[in-house]
């Protein structure tokens, strides 16, 4: 079956540390994923999109990096604050698909001062 | 910067009644998209709307759904004939074209359905 997993516990970190988030796919041929930020009672907010032919993609304290051999994706927030607090889903398109994203159910970041 | 905008923020309802979310897309925008998320799930893909007509819905867009774009500004999903199951946070998408991949998405509203 078809399957988007991202870390189903809730990760605690301190302020300074990197945080590193986990989406792993089953039986999915994503032409590309993206990862979104969500805070509590709103919309998912782009953050990064990184291409099935990329291995790595960097934006300010931000970095996702995909391997379609591990079928997998990992988003880094280094220097965490505690205002990256939020729910980070990962989302994929498969390809083939029209523009339809698949969603994990995302992993709750608590960033401690 | 230009955003999506949605109305209301929140919406109450009895069961069996109809309900109508709107939506406005950034205004060069040509995709529309409508997701639901239920409490504590993962946001699940509705219907997709290209040049006035649905692309792609799911097989939760049955019967009860349709969407519209009554003018060039707004976008709005109705559901006929509200269930509870129906309740959910219903978040507007859209881009501009389809070569484009970031979705920017709506604040979303909450439908409460009693």
């Known amino acids: 079956s078809q399957k988007i997993e991202q870390n189903s516990e809730a990760l605690n970190i301190q302020e300074g540390k990197t945080a590193t988030l986990t989406c792993n796919y089953t039986?999915?041929?994503?032409?590309?994923l993206q990862w979104y930020r969500q805070d509590p009672g709103r919309g998912p907010v782009f953050l990064l999109l990184?291409?099935?032919n990329e291995k790595e993609k960097r934006k300010e304290r931000l970095k996702v990096t995909f391997d379609t051999t591990l079928k997998q994706s990992l988003f880094h927030i280094t220097a965490s604050q505690p205002a990256d607090s939020a729910t980070y889903l990962c989302?994929?398109?498969?390809?083939?698909?029209?523009?339809?994203?698949?969603w994990g159910l995302g992993t709750s970041l608590a960033v401690n001062p | 910067e230009p955003e999506v905008t949605q109305t209301p923020s929140h919406q109450v309802t009895q069961m069996g009644q109809e309900v109508i979310l709107r939506c406005v897309p950034i205004?060069?925008?040509?995709?529309f998209y409508w997701y639901r998320q239920i409490l504590g799930q993962k946001v699940e893909f509705l219907v997709s709307?290209?040049?006035?007509?649905?692309?792609?819905k799911s097989e939760i867009f049955d019967d009860q759904f349709s969407v519209e774009r009554p003018d060039g500004s707004n976008f709005t999903l109705k559901i006929r004939s509200t269930k509870l199951e129906d309740s959910a946070m219903y978040f507007c998408a859209s881009i501009w074209q389809e070569s484009t991949d970031t979705q920017y998405f709506g604040p979303g509203t909450r439908l409460t359905v009693l």
């Open positions: 990184i291409r099935e």
């Open positions: 709307f290209y040049n006035n007509e649905i692309s792609e």
């Open positions: 039986n999915y041929s994503p032409a590309y």
């Open positions: 989302a994929l398109l498969n390809a083939g698909n029209n523009r339809k994203l698949i």
């Open positions: 205004s060069n925008h040509l995709y």
